[in-house]
């Protein structure tokens, strides 16, 4: 029997959480608050969830973590969401975790970029492809930031493996983009911008049908109001709430995201959904902008 993979497919067609990851006073992950954080997620409408994200800061967990997190998320959200489990490192430690997501009931797996200095095209390829046929019964969705990444190899990927069935793209360059769904197959995967709410509305105009989100942990109607007119081909309401968010945005982009993970933080702290705190090398912001960030928040229907 084919696998088509449809409930993976229409969960990626949507604004795919990534939740932060709440430390505890001693450093450790914040259990309670944790499912507190999702559980308002969920309440808030958010279908899908990305546990182990980089807005969960996937690169500053050990890999204890990153499995307790994983559990977190699948046991907090029951039948109410779609999981997609980032993985990544080294290919044995990738295919531990993409196992037990298998394991512990979650239905897809997303792969982070190879963190290597060297990375080529045919190898880019093997590394994704030993991963997928490790869980066939998952969908895979790979994380694309190189910008020299060819889309015919994620057409070559997912002819070896078709449980490869989306992209979450994040190069910054809509035109990119355009082209790169277009070599690869435009209607083979769903393609989630993986920029966030900034770049979702040039991307949907490319073929985007999904767009992650960070800042769907503070307002998750925000993101919501911007799928819905997005889906609807409305632009202009869509560019609405791009506009609303924007400075929030541009102080996590600032920097080369220097502050991505600590805006996001800074905001739940300021409404008092959880501490502040992010792991080095990510660092706690300034005052001046402790103070911006909360003011941003306040004005959000949160």
Known sequence: ???????????????????????????????????????????????????????????????????????????????????????????PTAIASARHARERGARMVMVHQPVHPYVAQSGWVDYHRAIAESVPELGVVPYIRNAQLHGVRLAELADACPNVIGVKYAVPDAARFAAFARDAGLDRFVWVAGLAEPYAPSYFSAGATGFTSGLVNVAPSVSLNMIEALRAGDFPAAMKVWEQIRRFEELRAANGSANNVTVVKEALASLGLCRRDVRPPSRPLPEDERVEVAAIASRWSI
């Open 1 to 91: 029997m084919t696998t088509t993979f449809e409930t993976q497919r229409a969960a990626l067609a949507d604004v795919v959480a990534i939740p932060v990851t709440p430390f505890a006073e001693d450093g450790t992950i914040d259990q309670d608050t944790h499912r507190a954080l999702l559980r308002r997620l969920l309440d808030g409408g958010v279908r899908t969830l990305t546990p182990n994200g980089n807005t969960g800061e996937f690169y500053a967990l050990t890999p204890e973590e990153r499995q307790l997190v994983t559990e977190l998320t699948i046991d907090e959200a029951g039948e109410r969401a779609v999981i997609l489990v980032g993985v990544g490192h080294d290919i």
